[in-house]
Structures are given as structure tokens and as C-alpha cells.
């Protein structure tokens, strides 16, 4: 479940009479790998998507988040331009220090192309200027990231194989058909490397989820934002679960899955998923008000488990309005028996898709 935003202005300007259609998100996928990791460029929208945990050698926490989006403008196929905008690529990387008591965070946006920009087809390799996130050939992925006021350089192990969301990698996310996307996660993925503050170099290690998703239509008109979880739980299992949340109140569309030590898994219906707010936490910046933590009860065959969402800390809100993306809450949560991140977005505005 994740993250459909788009660039208004570039978007605007690169729009034409006779645009190409989007192919529709249909059940019957097969999910094929390394290709699935690689770009979709025919589909509107999609993103690689890294949240995750580390941990210095000193014992502090931190959490972290790297973020590539790719999204196909209305183009016409036809126009021999090299600057026409055929695709977009934007990135948001963001670093969790309870130290600092806020968010660090940093945007890049770029069309694709002239060697600056682009999303490989065929296997993950997705790269704006100097920040890049890619696949290994020993199947390991690697990002580094330089931000203001940080640097992200990571690399990230498979411990599990993908998890396929939905119905075997078809996830929906509305009330008709065609609002869904196409979407697996990687939990579980070791993390080693080192995050650069004020010239100092921190080793970490760590652990981290990739969610990836894309998708041509994906929310209701009347949705408001989502709620969003993913849990790496300490014995192995792996929690995603998620509400579209309906302007003025109430939940669209819900779902997620479960998947057990042993790899068998269980699909959420929408009645199956339930968010419910413990505590908020109004910015002061955009005056936003979050539910920063949350108790998520979810129905398994062996009866409701409930899970509460702790935040690392409060002030975890991302405001990337400087570069015409939105604002939104993306972070680090502790839970019963795991860790992961929560995603909570159109709080601060509905968001426009």
C-alpha cells in the first residue's frame, strides 16, 4: 500500500492531445523476479519504497527511509523531443535520531533521461543524480543517499523471499476493481553499513522492509489519505496492513497481510483490519493532526491479535511541499514482539491523485 504522488507542475507542462493509455491492474498476475523488481514504465505510477531500523555501535536507534517514485505523464509516444517529459523520477530519504527529536529529510525530482535520471527495466536500478537505489548481482540491494544534514550508505540482505500482497501480488485498494496495484514486499532484510552525521561517519546495522508497488488507478475520489503498516515481528513473521480512509470520516477499503515463520500466509478482507488511535500529535510546522499511535487489531485464523504501534518518537511528520509533494507522517514504531514503520497520509491536506 503505498505512496501515489505526483509533481502538478511538470506534470501540467508535459501533458499533450493525444496521450497514451495506462494499462488497467487486472487479478492473474504472476510475479516474476528479477523483472518485477525493475521499472514498469507503460503503468502510471510506482515506487521502491525502504523503511527500516538501525542501530550504532553504541546502541543507539534510528530509523530511516529511502523512497524512489516513478510516474508516467500523459505523453504523446509520438513526440520526437528529447526534453518531453516521458517520465518523472522523484526520491525522498529521511533519517529518525530520537537524539534530534525531528525528522531529517531530503527531496531530489528530476524527467528522466540525459544521464541524470532513469529507472532500469528488467531488475532494480533506480538512480536521481547521485542518489541511487539498486539490486546486486548477489542479490543483495544497495542505496546511498546524501541529504542535508545526513548521508544514507546502505546495503540490504534478503533473509525471506518477496511476499506477495493480495491476491498473489494483485492488491486492492477500493471498492471497484481497477483501484489496486500490483505489490509485493521484501521483510525481514538484514541492513549493514553507515550513516554520516556532521562529517562522522556512524556504522549501523539493522532491519528493513521494500515494498514495491505500481499501479495505473489507485484511490477512490472520495479517499482522504491512508493509514499504513509494515511490521518485521521478532520471530520471523511479517505484518502489512492498511485503511483508505474516506473524506470525513470512516474507512474505504482495507486489507493487508500475515505471513508465519514457516511462510504460510494469510490475506486480510477489509473486515479483517482495524485501526484505532491511542494518542495524536499535532505539528507544529503545518498544524497536521496525527494518530501517532495506534492499536492495530487484525483477525488470523487462530483468533484477533492486537498489535500497538509506538512511535520512535512523535515529531516524525515529512514536509516536502519545497519540491510540489505533499506532507505526510512516515515513521519508526515499536510494537509487541517487532518493530516497523507507519505511514499516515492526508492529514494535513486530502491527498490529490
Avoid at 237 to 259: E, H
Wanted: charged share 20%.
Amino acid at each position: 500500500m503505498r505512496r501515489v504522488f505526483v509533481l502538478p507542475a511538470l506534470l501540467a507542462s508535459a501533458t499533450l492531445a493525444t496521450p497514451a493509455p495506462y494499462p488497467e491492474v487486472r487479478p492473474g498476475i504472476t510475479l516474476r523476479f528479477p523483472a518485477d523488481h525493475g521499472s514498469h514504465p507503460a503503468y502510471r505510477t510506482e515506487w521502491w519504497y525502504v523503511t527500516g531500523w538501525l542501530r550504532t555501535a553504541d546502541g543507539r536507534d534510528l530509523g530511516f527511509q529511502v523512497t524512489f517514485f516513478r510516474t508516467r505523464p500523459q505523453v504523446d509516444p509520438a513526440n520526437p523531443s528529447r526534453f518531453a517529459a516521458g517520465q518523472i523520477l522523484f526520491a525522498h530519504a529521511a533519517l529518525s535520531d530520537p537524539k534530534v527529536g525531528r525528522i531529517l529529510h531530503g527531496e531530489r525530482a528530476a524527467r528522466a533521461g540525459f544521464g541524470l535520471a532513469g529507472a532500469k527495466v528488467g531488475d532494480a536500478d533506480v538512480a536521481i543524480r547521485d542518489w541511487r537505489l539498486r539490486r546486486l548481482p548477489d542479490g543483495r540491494f544497495a542505496t546511498r543517499v546524501a541529504a542535508p544534514g545526513f548521508t544514507l550508505d546502505l546495503v540490504f540482505r534478503p533473509t525471506q523471499p518477496p511476499l506477495a500482497q493480495g491476491l498473489n501480488g494483485y492488491s486492492r485498494k477500493g471498492p471497484r476493481p481497477d483501484q489496486a496495484s500490483y505489490y509485493y514486499s521484501v521483510p525481514h532484510m538484514r541492513v549493514a553499513g553507515t550513516v554520516t552525521r556532521d562529517r562522522t561517519a556512524t556504522r549501523v546495522t539493522g532491519e528493513a522492509w521494500l515494498d514495491r508497488e505500481w499501479s495505473s488507478d489507485y484511490l477512490a475520489p472520495n479517499a482522504e489519505g491512508w493509514d499504513w503498516t509494515g511490521l518485521n515481528l521478532d520471530d520471523g513473521a511479517a505484518l502489512m496492513a492498511f485503511r483508505i480512509r474516506k473524506r470525513g470520516g470512516g474507512t474505504i477499503w482495507a486489507g493487508g497481510s500475515y505471513r508465519y515463520p514457516d511462510g504460510r500466509r494469510v490475506v486480510f478482507a477489509p473486515g479483517d483490519v482495524r485501526f484505532r488511535p491511542l494518542a495524536a500529535w499535532r505539528s507544529a510546522r503545518t498544524g497536521a493532526i496525527y494518530p501517532v499511535a495506534q492499536e492495530l487489531t487484525v483477525r488470523l485464523p487462530g483468533g484477533v491479535r492486537r498489535f500497538p504501534l509506538r512511535p520512535l518518537f512523535p515529531a516524525q511528520e515529512l514536509d516536502a511541499r519545497a519540491s510540489g509533494l505533499p506532507v505526510y507522517w512516515e515513521g519508526a514504531v515499536r510494537t509487541t514482539g517487532g518493530r516497523g514503520y507507519l505511514e499516515l497520509t492526508g492529514y494535513a491536506a486530502p491527498l490529490m491523485i
